[in-house]
């Protein structure tokens, strides 16, 4: 089945990054994490569900041992998918005290959910919290988020693929694109 069209139409507008781009830019992320934690133990925090391509990839990317956990959070209220408010749909099974914890994400749009993330990881006594994100829409960003690691900048559009979805759906595209906007519009 060819992802890019559904029920005929021509779905997608424009691959942005093949999954070959995708998997060469996390392997140097990869690199640089490896130098950068050198004698630290990682433990890499994914956040339910975008982020499980780029855990999977940037996981086995690094030629080291890393342990992984996993969050889902979820704005509060309905149809304000970024208003900063947030709440934890599953939380960490893992105690976070004196741990280097790196958020591994799919995507950084207005910024709030990592900024409320990072702030709730901290309380919890971990040694560093950092971020690694494929891709980040600095138009887009609402709130200043410091990331350490980031794939690609991208523009403000709807993207889907590698983990992202549009109502559930495109997350298994193997490529980042961008939707039509005849998609969300019709
Ligand atoms: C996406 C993404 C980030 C968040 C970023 O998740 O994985 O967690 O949005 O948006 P922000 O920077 O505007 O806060 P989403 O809520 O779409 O859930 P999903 O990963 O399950 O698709």
């Not at 925090?45 to 959070?73: I, N, P, T, Y």
């Not at 971020?131 to 991208?154: E, N, S």
Request: glycine share 6%.
């Amino acid at each position: 089945m060819d992802l890019t069209h559904v029920e005929g139409d021509l779905d997608i507008d424009q691959t942005l990054y093949t999954e070959e781009q995708i998997l060469a830019r996390l392997r140097e992320m990869a690199a640089e994490i490896e130098v950068d934690y050198e004698g630290k133990d990682i433990l890499l925090v994914g956040v339910l569900k975008g982020a499980v391509m780029v855990m999977a990839d940037l996981a086995r990317s690094l030629d080291r041992h890393v342990e992984m956990d996993w969050m889902a959070v979820s704005s509060y209220g309905s149809g304000t998918k970024s208003s900063g408010v947030v709440r934890i749909l599953k939380d960490l099974d893992t105690d976070l005290t004196g741990r280097h914890v790196l958020i591994v994400e799919d995507i950084i749009d207005t910024g709030l959910t990592l900024s409320w993330l990072i702030t709730n990881l901290k309380s919890r006594g971990p040694a560093s919290v950092e971020i690694a994100t494929l891709l980040r829409k600095p138009d887009a960003l609402q709130m200043d988020v410091d990331v350490r690691y980031v794939g690609f900048d991208i523009p403000n559009a709807f993207v889907v693929g590698y983990g992202l979805d549009y109502a559930e759906k495109y997350r298994n595209l193997r490529d980042v694109a961008i939707l039509s906007p005849h998609v969300y519009t019709d």
